[in-house]
């Protein structure tokens, strides 16, 4: 089996789903969109950080099938819709836009002590890091 196969039994293995929907959500992207050109390490990631709610999967989900529609072979659409939509947060929630951009980047990703960002927020940028961890493994 490759990285792709193994990536739902790997993160279930370290239980890194906050719950069944998240779980849910992740399995469906994965699904539809792991044999695309433009998927790799980077979209599973953000595929990860996505499914935590249903807000942050549907506005993936619309993404991942722009890029499919129009045959992307890789992740500029993504990073500019990313990017785009980072600047448009005055909330932690840019925190969260930031960590997408970094894992399609392929550059590290620190919580700074100083970021003023919601508890919730903290979290789900640390489980995504440890789950971005596991994948990299793969």
């Known amino acids: 089996m490759d990285w792709k196969e193994n990536c739902l039994p790997?993160?279930?293995?370290e239980k890194m789903f906050h719950d069944s929907a998240h779980r849910t959500r992740f399995k469906e992207l994965m699904d539809c969109y792991s044999g695309f050109p433009f998927f790799n390490k980077g979209v599973c990631?953000?595929?990860?950080?996505?499914?935590w709610d249903d807000e942050h999967f549907a506005i993936m989900l619309e993404t991942l099938s722009d890029m499919s529609l129009g045959k992307d072979r890789?992740?500029?659409?993504?990073?500019?819709?990313?990017d785009a939509l980072a600047e448009e947060q005055d909330?932690?929630?840019y925190y969260v836009y930031r960590l997408s951009l970094s894992f399609l980047?392929?550059?590290?990703?620190?919580?700074?002590?100083s970021q003023d960002m919601s508890h919730e927020v903290r979290l789900i940028i640390r489980r995504a890091l440890?789950?971005?961890a596991i994948i990299d493994k793969l």
């Not at 890789?74 to 990313?82: A, V």
């Open 91 to 93: 909330d932690s929630e």
């Open 10 to 13: 790997a993160l279930d293995k």
């Open 45 to 51: 990631k953000c595929m990860y950080l996505a499914a």
């Open 74 to 82: 890789d992740t500029t659409e993504m990073s500019i819709k990313g």
């Open 130 to 132: 440890q789950a971005a």
């Open 105 to 113: 980047d392929g550059r590290p990703y620190q919580i700074g002590v």
